[in-house]
């Protein structure tokens, strides 16, 4: 049986029509009754098929021409890659998708350098060969120059009509290998995902490599050590369908009926014995991005701590560590692997939980050398230590690539230049696209650098980063203070260089923002108790003078002169209590 099974993945950049051919495969190979078919029917989230990308990886089970053929479906977005990662490592095989059109792109790249680390066939096809403004021979040339083989020999399709479809499924069934293990060895089946069902408890998406697993089986987990008894085993259908057991080579889930999701982990090997070997896993992701979530309404925040507990269930890049401000109240500081990956989790929470939430600016992580070289990790403004004992600040650092069409080369160039970094190299794929190599600190990339390269290069250039390790910055904190106090909560790390216009800009929002007083407030921006900014909001006066008709103008002066002492007094005792609305406002910006 084994030989007559393919384990296979799609990759490619976003919106190059990967859901659009897992559509098809499921029609030609018929797994999906016509009357229940809809487009895009693995990305069963509605987000997903609102924004129109495929956020998390979903497996499914097809039968065609005698063979079995195991697809899982992957996103394409930079902020996924992870995603990407851990289907590849369940698959023999993948097929690399270009848009005919765009061409090779930043995550067509990234993806096929991931395959190709995990030695997968790789079967390249262009798709949308259809659409008008097609460019199929130009853009399998670059292809072709990619993998180092001729353009001949990659396939053209249109995913949309279906025109080559059925050849790519003879290709995949005669190209990609057979999975190897044997169903007589002992279980090892590699956990590449899963989801928590409240009556089946953990379920569990493997792939089994060797041995085989049946229901009601007790199983280990090697790496938390934890076991339990499978309540059901099956197959995607693409719905969960209960099977017997699942063999070697296999793809399928289990129901561990276990309630922690700690103790079942992505990556960790499924046994029989405590004692069988653990498969090489992956390696845990480490967070890129860091914002802070926070209930709007105080009372809702045991919600809030629900929803990312059940998130974080299927999701392990996506992390979350308890904290408290004194204007929000409890929330949480959650890491993630970009700008977009935090922006899907936060709208999930939103819709499945019905949760109104305010959400922090991204930031990075920084770390600290002190004088005894110690590295002390930062995340937040509060966790920078007394200058006194730094020795040297370190930030994260990226290997940054844009690919753009040649037209738009000055606009692209323009753009990267116009941040911090350093060039690594300017070269060309084919004839008509450029790819920019830069490395850059991560910071300049999280806000909104991806906006600013798509509108000046009219959305034709990508991007795609990987992090290559932290490196020496000129950091500093910035403390602000409103009428000589300092908010802690305000605080911000930032560039020694952009410090003063930085510190600038949160001074003018703030006065704008907070409300008048009855005493003048000074707003300042500070290093280190040098101070680089400062706003003075003007007190609020009250006509002391309004009930006098005429008279001696003595009197008039006399009640002046006591507001304006009785203003000093305030200015030197009052203190400033920031609003929770203000307070959100310089949060969110």
Not at 493 to 522: D, H, M, T, W, Y
């Amino acid at each position: 049986m084994k030989t007559s099974i393919r384990n296979f993945c799609i990759i490619a950049h976003i919106d190059h029509g990967k859901s659009t051919l897992a559509d098809r495969f499921l029609e030609v190979t018929g797994t999906v009754d016509k009357r229940k078919f809809r487009d895009q029917f693995l990305d069963s989230m509605p987000l997903e098929r609102e924004k129109g990308i495929t956020i998390k990886m979903q497996p499914v089970r097809m039968e065609y021409q005698g063979h079995i053929l195991n697809l899982i479906d992957t996103p394409g977005h930079v902020d996924f890659t992870y995603e990407v990662s851990r289907s590849l490592a369940a698959v023999e095989g993948a097929i690399l998708l270009v848009d005919a059109v765009k061409g090779v792109q930043a995550q067509t790249l990234a993806n096929l350098r991931l395959a190709q680390k995990l030695n997968l066939r790789i079967i390249p096809c262009v798709n949308k060969i259809d659409l008008p403004f097609s460019r199929a021979d130009e853009v399998a040339k670059e292809t072709g120059e990619l993998l180092g083989i001729s353009p001949d020999s990659i396939l053209r399709i249109s995913a949309k009509v279906g025109t080559g479809v059925k050849e790519l499924l003879d290709t995949v069934i005669s190209e990609i290998p057979p999975p190897s293990g044997s169903e007589s060895s002992p279980l090892q089946a590699l956990i590449f995902d899963s989801r928590y069902d409240a009556f089946k408890g953990v379920v569990a998406y493997v792939r089994v490599v060797e041995g085989s697993v049946k229901s009601s089986e007790k199983v280990w987990f090697a790496q938390s050590g934890a076991s339990s008894s499978l309540k059901e085993v099956g197959y995607f259908l693409p719905q969960e369908m209960p099977a017997l057991g699942l063999l070697a080579g296999e793809i399928g889930y289990v129901a561990t009926g276990m309630k922690s999701s700690e103790l079942v982990r992505i990556g960790d090997t499924l046994t029989v014995s405590s004692v069988t070997p653990a498969l090489p896993g992956y390696k845990e992701p480490q967070p890129l991005v860091f914002v802070s979530l926070y209930p709007e309404n105080p009372d809702e925040f045991d919600i809030l701590k629900d929803a990312i507990a059940k998130l974080k269930l299927n999701d392990p890049s996506f992390t979350a560590e308890p904290e408290s401000r004194e204007a929000l109240g409890r929330g949480f500081r959650c890491g993630f692997l970009g700008v977009l990956h935090s922006e899907i989790i936060a709208e999930r929470i939103r819709r499945e939980y019905n949760l109104s939430l305010v959400v922090s600016r991204p930031s990075v992580e920084f770390k600290v050398r002190d004088k005894q070289g110690r590295e002390i990790p930062v995340r937040t403004a509060g966790e920078w230590p007394d200058p006194g004992l730094i020795e040297e600040t370190l930030e994260p650092y990226s290997r940054l690539r844009v690919l753009a069409p040649s037209s738009q080369y000055a606009q692209a160039l323009s753009t990267v230049e116009s941040i911090e970094g350093e060039r690594i190299s300017i070269s060309y794929i084919g004839s008509s696209t450029v790819l920019f190599e830069y490395e850059v600190p991560l910071r300049e990339l999280i806000i909104d650098f991806y906006d600013t390269l798509k509108s000046a290069t009219q959305g034709l250039a990508s991007m795609d980063y990987e992090i290559v390790g932290f490196r020496t910055g000129d950091l500093v904190k910035l403390d602000i203070l409103v009428a000589g106090e300092r908010e802690e909560a305000l605080a911000f790390i930032v560039p020694r260089a952009k410090a003063e216009a930085e510190g600038r800009r949160i001074v003018e929002k703030l006065k704008k923002s907070l409300p008048s007083q009855l005493f003048a407030v000074s707003l300042q921006a500070a290093i280190s108790g040098k101070v680089l900014a400062r706003e003075t909001m003007s007190a609020k006066r009250r006509d002391v003078i309004a009930p006098l008709y005429g008279g001696d103008v003595t009197r008039k002066r006399k009640l002046l002169e006591r507001q304006k002492k009785g203003k000093k007094e305030l200015a030197k005792k009052g203190r400033v209590r920031i609003p929770a609305k203000v307070f959100l406002e310089l949060f969110r910006n």
